[in-house]
């Protein structure tokens, strides 16, 4: 049964059993997901669908995950979504580079989903935080 409240999340991975798992554990944590296999077709999702949440590997064919932040975040739709990296890029100036690029959080793979979603559940993000 689908939850009308979830909040809406779109995955990009180009790896299809890493995508396959994040769409586990999101969903399981109660987020509306659509995915895409590349950056172009994430931002064509995110478009059409206009989530809340936007979670992006960067090293992405079509268009890498940095190049679909920097054009979200061109757009300035409101209200603003919150865009996670969740990527093989580790150094501290590849991080930057996700920051400086609109990335709201950078997390290195294999990254702990629980401390994903405690840092997007920290952001407020869904019905409860546009009540107060």
């Known amino acids: 049964m689908a939850n009308l409240n979830a909040v809406r999340m779109l995955i990009a991975d180009d790896d299809p059993n890493i995508l396959a798992a994040y769409v586990l554990f999101f969903a399981d944590h109660g987020y509306d997901i659509r995915t895409a296999g590349d950056g172009a ?3 064509a999702q995110y478009r059409a669908w206009r ?5 992006l590997d960067i090293q992405m064919p079509a ?31 590849e991080q930057a580079e996700s920051i400086r690029s609109g990335f709201d959080y950078h997390f290195v793979k294999p990254a702990d989903l629980l401390v994903v979603v405690a840092a997007i559940a920290a952001t407020r993000i869904g019905p409860s935080a546009t009540d107060a």
Do not use: C, H
């Open 41 to 43: 077709g994430a931002l």
């Open 63 to 93: 268009m890498d995950g940095r190049a679909v932040a920097r054009e979200i975040r061109r757009q300035q739709s409101k209200p603003f979504p919150l865009l996670v990296a969740v990527t093989a890029l580790s150094s501290p100036s």
């Open 51 to 55: 989530p809340a949440i936007v979670v």
